[in-house]
């Protein structure tokens, strides 16, 4: 099950957010016609596209599933994480129903513009790689395996920044040392 959890939150976060969206237009819409005209135009300035509205890519299986685009949907997968981790504690401390749906809005678009920016992947494989994980344990596996390099790599890279940050530091003290002692 943790296993899933990777691979199934970028879903989860899509769908969970249209079925608020969906909720709190129901309540604007039973709540007056004036109310509903504000709901459109409102509308009209939020962002409206989701992850769920997108058709998934065609033919995307592990076996069709190259070592780049996995990496890529694994970029794309922690970019999606980032702006869930941005957006989540504020809808859902939201009481106010319209705008709650606005950041969802703004959520579920902040998914799809994470996705884009990613090289060598599209929201609609996106989604495909997503659904196809979800069905077949082997390419979970490998996107899991991937998220596995891919972290290891972020942590040596943070090490290394860490390091350089340390050296560059004591430089820095060791100049200072000298200037005073000159002086």
Same mark, same amino acid.
């Given at each position: 099950?943790?296993?899933?959890?990777?691979?199934?939150?970028?879903?989860?976060?899509?769908?969970?957010?249209?079925?608020?969206?969906?909720?709190?237009?129901?309540?604007?819409?039973?709540?007056?016609?004036?109310?509903?005209?504000?709901?459109?135009?409102?509308?009209?300035?939020?962002?409206?596209?989701?992850?769920?509205?997108?058709?998934?890519?065609?033919?995307?299986?592990?076996?069709?599933?190259?070592?780049?685009?996995?990496?890529?949907?694994?970029?794309?997968?922690?970019?999606?994480?980032?702006?869930?981790?941005?957006?989540?504690?504020?809808?859902?401390?939201?009481?106010?129903?319209?705008?709650?749906?606005?950041?969802?809005?703004?959520?579920?678009?902040?998914?799809?513009?994470? @996705?884009?920016?990613?090289?060598?992947?599209?929201? #609609? $494989?996106? =989604? %495909?790689?997503?659904? &196809? +994980?979800?069905?077949?344990? !082997?390419?979970?596996?490998? @996107?899991?395996?991937?998220?596995?390099?891919?972290? #290891? $790599?972020? =942590? %040596?890279?943070?090490? &290394? +920044?860490?390091?350089?940050? !340390?050296?560059?530091?004591?430089?820095?003290?060791?100049?200072?040392?000298?200037?005073?002692?000159?002086?």
């Amino acid at each position: 099950m943790i296993k899933r959890i990777a691979i199934a939150t970028t879903a989860a976060l899509a769908l969970t957010t249209a079925g608020f969206a969906q909720e709190a237009a129901d309540g604007t819409t039973e709540q007056g016609a004036a109310q509903g005209e504000t709901q459109q135009n409102a509308e009209k300035q939020t962002p409206t596209r989701t992850l769920e509205a997108i058709e998934p890519a065609e033919g995307i299986t592990n076996d069709t599933l190259t070592d780049e685009k996995l990496r890529s949907f694994v970029q794309a997968l922690v970019a999606v994480n980032v702006v869930a981790e941005h957006f989540m504690p504020r809808i859902e401390a939201e009481a106010d129903g319209e705008k709650r749906a606005e950041l969802m809005a703004y959520a579920n678009d902040s998914i799809v513009n994470a @996705i884009d920016v990613i090289a060598d992947i599209t929201p #609609a $494989e996106f =989604k %495909a790689i997503d659904i &196809a +994980a979800q069905q077949d344990q !082997e390419l979970n596996q490998r @996107i899991l395996d991937e998220i596995k390099v891919a972290a #290891a $790599e972020g =942590k %040596a890279a943070q090490q &290394a +920044a860490e390091e350089e940050a !340390e050296a560059a530091e004591g430089a820095e003290d060791g100049a200072e040392t000298e200037d005073t002692q000159t002086e």
